[in-house]
Each structure stands twice: as structure tokens, then as C-alpha cells.
């Protein structure tokens, strides 16, 4: 088959990204200033853009999949598929004011808009019927108050960059975060939509195995029953017995956040030896 073709987000982006493939076995490694990294997989391509531009590069057929933030696919109108929500860089598209800007004044006259997301900004500011004029930013936006303009419309992950630049938040627009997409022509391809199926499973293996451990633990036959009904599990625990018919092994999968009040409950009820492990990949 052709090689499947991946557009890779420039900048903070990357990392979370690249350490996604590396953790299902992918190695993606990109020298300083290069825009083409090597993959160690035969049958995949790689190159890094600007997330801003990945989803129009993908509509328009000479890549399949891409990574990039719903924030910027909705800003410029890609059509693409999303394939999942990876979760990462979680952030909140909002409009932001001045602090001792009234909320009544945005409505008296024309509004000047600073902002990267120009579409995003038209329509939200359209429903509302403000006379604005939109300035296109390049970064930095935050800086535009209140010499340059009298709102900015950006991503904000805190809102703490806002409050240093006294801004306050006035409206949340939408939320947004890394996902994966992929072209139609891509999902079209049979090989190339089983490849991109192959990857998506893999990446939902290493996000689950993220969030869980491994927890092994010894019981007696006494307290066997106690542990058993008493822990949860994906399914059921898996349970070998130990040498000598002296008890039993158990091991099971639970997730990161249940482990501080699971540990004390392990031992009342009978738990011995217990060992916990980081796990590379769940499958449900």
C-alpha cells in the first residue's frame, strides 16, 4: 500500500503528540530546524506544519491524517473526519475585555476585535449584532488591550495570562483540544482506513494504560473470598495460586486515582506483597 501520510502539529503541540506514537511504538524523531522527521515504520510518512494549517491540508487530499486542535478545524472550515480526542492541551477559545471596560460600551459604538481566530470572532461577534472591526493577530494577542483594542478573542488553558494583562473573561466561545483527523480520501482507501483504525486502536490502548496500574497482591485461602469481592476490576481479577497451595496470586487492573483509598482497603481485607505496576498499554 502507499504510505500513510501524517501532518504533525508545530510547537507545544508536538511533544504531547510525538510521545503519544512513541509510547504505541512508534519512534518519530525531527532534527532542529527539520520539517520532515523519520518514523521507524515502513509504511509511514511523516511532516510537521503549523496547526493552523492541517486541516486544509488534509481536505485537500495530499496528506491523511493530521493532528491539531477542533479550535482550528472550526476556524477554518476544514472538511476533515475526526478519528478521536486525544485529550491533550485542553484550552478555552473566550472573549476577553478590560478590566475597567463596562460591558454596556461594547454595544454604544464599533469594538476593535484582536484575534488569530478571524472566523471564529465574525460569527460569534455577528449574533450578537456589535458594529466591530477585527484585527488579525500573529500571537501576543493578549498585549492588544487596551491601546489597540477593546477585546481580544483567543485560547486560554488557565486564564491566568489574561488576568496579568488585566483582561477578564466575558464569554466562553468554545472548548477545544488535540485530536486526531483524517482526510476523506483517506477513509475512502480500504488499506488506508484499516491502517488509520490500526493506529486509533493503538492510541486508545496507550491513553487507557495511562490512566491505570497494575496492582499484585497475595491473599490466603482464608481471606480469598473477602479480597475478591472487595476490589474492582476491568472484568474480574486474574487469580493463579501460589506455590505450596498456600493462597493465592492475584493481579488487577485499576485505575491511577483509586490506588490512594484501594491500597488501605487491600490490607484489611486480607492483601499481602503488594506491588504495583506502570502499564504501556490496556485494551479493553
Known sequence: MDKLKILLPKGRIYDNVSALFSDAGISIKLPERAYRPSVNQDDLEAK???????????????????????????????????????????????????????????????????????????????????????????????????????????????????QENGLRIIDTIMGSSTRMFASRGALADPEKNKKIQELKMLFEAVLAARDRVMLEMNVSKARFGDLVSGIPAMKSPTVAPLYGDDGYAIKVVVKKSEVPKLMPTLKTLGATDILEYELRKVMP
Open 48 to 162: 510537521v506544519m503549523k496547526p493552523q494549517n492541517i486541516g486544509k491540508l488534509l481536505e485537500l487530499g495530499a496528506h491523511d491524517i493530521g493532528f491539531t486542535g477542533i479550535d482550528w478545524i472550526e476556524e477554518t472550515g476544514a472538511d476533515v473526519e475526526e478519528i478521536m480526542d486525544l485529550g491533550f492541551d485542553r484550552v478555552k477559545i473566550v472573549a476577553a475585555i478590560p478590566n475597567d471596560l463596562k460591558d454596556d460600551k461594547l454595544k454604544s459604538g464599533r469594538i476593535i476585535v484582536a484575534t488569530e481566530y478571524v472566523n471564529v470572532a465574525e460569527q460569534w461577534l455577528k449574533q450578537r449584532g456589535w458594529n466591530y472591526v477585527i484585527v488579525r493577530t500573529h500571537g501576543a494577542t493578549e498585549v492588544f488591550p487596551p491601546d489597540d483594542a477593546d477585546m481580544i478573542i483567543d485560547n486560554t488553558a488557565t486564564g491566568r495570562t489574561l
